[in-house]
């Protein structure tokens, strides 16, 4: 009885610690929800002066917010099938193919992983600059690519530590040639690692602020248009922005899973 | 799953892009198009749009927030990036000696002689050769009088110990030193090693009365009583005094620290005469109200000053003549001064 | 048999991992080295970077200012790194080890607010400590305090802000390593007669070490660079390393020294990554 009474203290003190932790982690999302309702419309947009839905309606005039958010979008969906597509083969081709110098490729990879983000966004801008290659939409894809390309390779380098080389070996005895194995027989089972490897890259880039910081020329991502209006207080429009886009990705969330766990069930 | 989650995801960003791509104004370029490099929070969207609509020209905006970022950005950019930059007053001068300025077609100036006489033919550009000003200010003292009853007059007045952690300063080394200079009695450009050991110390004794360093928003920190004690621009004195009455501004005894920013246009331009219509446009004084509505900098443009009576009277807006006579510009140090400033600012910062 | 060599290797291998390679090269190991250069480079009285060889950029880093600053970094860095731990470790735990379908969404609740831009959410901070913010509001109301808390522009608030934004990197290699353990394991150490201190200290430790040690790696290096936090939550007062080199390359307009000041935070990186992989570390782990 008592040593029941222990555990249910015990486990009430982890529901309490764990609730802390994600109230922690929710409360400046809380903030930019009710802020998204703030009927304020004086800098620094920190006293509250009423509720309405006015900022909903307005940021759909806020063409320079929107079209951020639009370059945000391309340069992530680009720059994710880019470093998806050299990710792949990169990393199929290192498990597969022997050749000198695999140790440094591998070391080059590590780099945009542990280096602090600051260094890479430096050294872009400055080899950018001395190149010549004009800032905005273009520099920024490229280095989006070349932070999310090492996450794509572990991820699928994951997924071929378990492959078996014998279906494609039995694939080629059956007359298909290399480039229809590795689509039709390599690929698929692949898959799994390559999807993981793209969302992150994806969630990577839709939430850079450092790098593109650096090589952005005139090019505003959504971060840096935040960034921008940081400066002056965060105008509730963008706080209504934020507040759709968090509510668009938990319903994909909640669709997606729902939907898992009825396939699971069935 | 995951997979599962990444193409909804996509398909729902495409959905989002699609929208964000209707979103967007479709603004009319039956002119041609003209690429502004200016200021964040300087020129109001209002001002761009009325320019947008008149002209028939698309109008590409793109910020900085120093001097210094300007010219690295503008220098490392291919040439014809910009066509409009708006340098202040030394900048002007170092640019035009690197020759990153194109001459101004004062024949397309027809606006010009609405701007004050007091600032046109400067010592950094005489002959308003490559600029046009178009606003500038002081860095005043701001005070939350409901909180500090003491009478405020000068820089020095700021270092008193019972100012304790009250204190927002502008995150720029030039003109926070330079206030600590012109506190004793010393040019903001001083160049002097010695003099510049005690500039240094004098500046570390602040220290404990600074709370945050801010130049983005100082009156932020005014209007949220953050800090009761503000070193900034004068027209952020004047912002923070229409939210929070208890705030008024001080000018100096000492004479201040002061700008004057202006209109350029970036060698290489690609659109020079679309550049030099948006300057000219800029000195029209109905533009300038509308200017000076929503920045109010000390405006250049005194047609629009003498209509506007409210305007005229702040003097926290239109800073007083003889406040800004007394003013100091900084100008273009050498490396190994600036290079000790740097110092100073880095022991100031840890 | 040369031949066949080619198309059975050469050719794939060329094909495959030529062009990550290529990337790589041009876009990680050539800008690193233009910066290791540009850290010996001069600079003119316009601020050009011109090749003209000094030691003068790292004379400056070890000036006692810049290096009062690299300690501050560090500090924060490291006291970032230990609360994440201590904070995180229990509850990937809890998160882990629970049984139910729920797990799954106790896992998405901990992305989900990363999926809205990081610098907004420091932002909500800022409004949520501010004077007038959110939480002296409150303790006013109450009448808890009666004077407004001086809770932001510290070391502290930005201390804050970093564990904010780099928890989720130390809980997920943790509840990896969490995840892994074999619960009969736990009950054979239980069976043996250890108490639950001894299984944590001698089992189950010592099996979740390698998540401490990528989220270590994970969240001190980072920290080192965000200077948007200590900008933002800091108000100045407290930087980070990364608020040096960001100086030097927009304002200070003085990129040789920027560089040179990469090039210190590249060599702690180094420190820090050769230390992992002698406690044993997987290089992989960090980014999957």
């Not at chain 2, 005043?140 to 019972?162: P, R």
């Amino acid at each position: 009885m008592s040593r029941q009474g222990k555990r249910k203290t015990k486990k009430g003190i982890g529901i309490a610690f764990c609730t802390c932790v994600y109230l922690f982690l929710f409360l400046p999302i809380l903030v930019i929800v009710v802020n998204s309702f703030n009927a304020t419309t004086s800098k620094p947009y920190l006293t509250w002066k009423g509720f309405t839905f006015d900022w909903y309606v307005r940021l759909f005039d806020n063409g320079a917010l929107l079209s951020s958010f639009g370059n945000t979008i391309i340069i992530a969906v680009v720059s994710t099938l880019l470093a998806t597509m050299i990710g792949t083969l990169g990393a199929f081709g290192m498990y597969k193919y022997k050749f000198k110098g695999k140790g440094v490729i591998d070391g080059l990879l590590y780099i945009p992983v542990v280096i602090p983000e600051i260094v890479l966004g430096i050294s872009l801008l400055s080899l950018f600059t001395n190149v010549n290659i004009p800032r905005g939409m273009l520099t920024l894809i490229l280095a989006h690519v070349t932070f999310s390309v090492p996450f794509v390779i572990f991820n699928v380098r994951a997924r071929l530590s378990g492959y078996d080389n014998s279906i494609e070996e039995a694939s080629m005895d059956l007359g298909a040639n290399r480039v229809i194995t590795f689509f039709e027989i390599t690929l698929p089972v692949l898959a799994p690692g390559i999807a993981g490897g793209a969302l992150l890259a994806f969630t990577l880039s839709i939430d850079d602020v450092i790098i593109s910081y650096f090589v952005n020329g005139q090019t505003k991502t959504y971060p840096l248009k935040v960034m921008e209006s940081i400066k002056s207080g965060v105008a509730p429009d963008v706080n209504a922005l934020s507040t759709l886009i968090l509510l668009g990705t938990i319903v994909l969330v909640v669709l997606t899973q729902s939907d898992f766990l009825k396939k699971k069930k069935a | 799953m995951k997979k599962r989650i990444l193409s909804v995801l996509l398909a729902g960003c495409m959905a989002a892009a699609l929208l964000a791509g209707c979103g967007g104004k479709s603004s009319s370029a039956e002119n041609g198009e003209l690429n502004l490099f200016i200021w964040t929070e300087y020129v109001p969207d209002a001002v761009i749009e009325k320019f947008e609509k008149d002209y028939g020209i698309k109008v590409n905006v793109t910020t900085f927030s120093s001097n210094e970022d300007m010219l690295a950005k503008v220098k490392s950019e291919s040439e014809g990036t910009y066509d409009i930059v708006q340098p202040s007053d030394y900048m002007v001068e170092s640019m035009a000696a690197q020759g990153l300025l194109e001459e101004l077609d004062q024949s397309a100036l027809t606006n010009l002689d609405n701007i004050g006489s007091q600032y046109l033919n400067a010592d950094y550009d005489p002959g308003n050769v490559y600029s046009v000003p178009y606003q500038g200010g002081v860095a005043a003292i701001g005070v939350n009088t409901s909180k500090i009853t003491d009478d405020i007059t000068s820089y020095d007045d700021l270092f008193k110990s019972d100012y304790k952690n009250s204190l927002v300063v502008l995150d720029d080394y030039r003109a926070t030193i330079g206030m600590v200079e012109r506190s004793m009695g010393l040019s903001v450009n001083e160049t002097d090693a010695s003099k510049l050991a005690e500039v240094k110390d004098k500046l570390l004794s602040l220290k404990d009365n600074i709370k945050v360093y801010d130049s983005d928003s100082p009156k932020s920190q005014l209007i949220s009583g953050e800090c009761t004690l503000a070193y900034c621009w004068s027209a952020e004195i004047a912002l923070a005094m229409e939210d929070n009455p208890d705030v008024k501004i001080v000018y100096p005894s000492e004479g201040a620290f002061k700008f004057i920013d202006n209109w350029a246009i970036a060698k290489g331009a690609k659109n020079y005469d679309n550049a030099m219509k948006f300057i000219n446009f800029m000195c029209d004084p109905e533009v300038a109200g509308m200017v000076m509505e929503e920045f109010p900098y000390l405006n250049c443009n005194q047609t629009a000053i003498e209509a506007n009576a409210d305007y005229a009277s702040n003097e926290a807006k239109n800073v007083p003549a003889e406040v800004f006579e007394a003013g100091e510009r900084d100008k273009v140090l050498d490396n190994d001064t600036i290079a000790i400033y740097d110092n100073m600012w880095t022991e100031l910062k840890q | 048999m040369k031949k066949h060599q080619w198309r059975a290797n050469t050719l794939p291998s060329l094909v495959t991992v030529g062009p990550v390679t290529l990337w790589l090269l041009f876009f990680v190991a050539v800008p690193l080295i233009y910066v290791g250069v540009m850290s010996f480079c001069s600079l003119d009285q316009y601020y050009n970077v011109t090749f003209q060889f000094t030691l003068d950029n790292y004379k400056r880093l070890f000036d006692v200012n810049y290096i009062k600053i690299y300690g501050q970094s560090v500090l924060i860095a490291f006291l970032t790194t230990i609360i994440c731990i201590l904070v995180a470790y229990p509850f990937s735990f809890l998160i882990a080890r629970t049984k139910s379908k729920k797990k799954m969404i106790l896992y998405m609740l901990v992305i989900i607010p990363f999926w809205t831009n990081s610098l907004i959410r420091i932002y909500g901070w800022k409004t949520f400590l501010g004077t007038t913010g959110w939480l002296n509001t409150a303790l006013q109301f109450l009448h808890i305090t009666s004077e407004p808390l001086e809770l932001l522009f510290h070391r502290g608030t930005t201390v804050l802000g970093m564990v904010y934004c780099l928890f989720p990197f130390m809980v997920l290699p943790l509840y990896t390593a969490i995840e892994k353990l074999d619960g009969s394991l736990l009950e054979a150490s239980a069976d043996l007669g250890a108490k639950g201190f001894s299984t944590f200290f001698e089992v189950i430790l010592p099996l979740t070490a390698s998540g401490i040690f990528s989220g270590s790696i994970m969240v001190f290096i980072p920290a080192l660079g965000y200077f948007f936090v200590a900008d933002i939550l800091g108000g100045g007062n407290s930087d980070v390393i990364g608020n040096l080199i960001e100086r030097q390359f927009q304002s200070g307009n003085n990129w040789p020294l920027g560089a040179a000041l990469s090039i210190i935070l590249i060599l702690i990186t180094l420190l820090l990554v050769k230390i992992y992989q002698k406690l044993g570390g997987d290089m992989e782990s960090l980014g999957v």
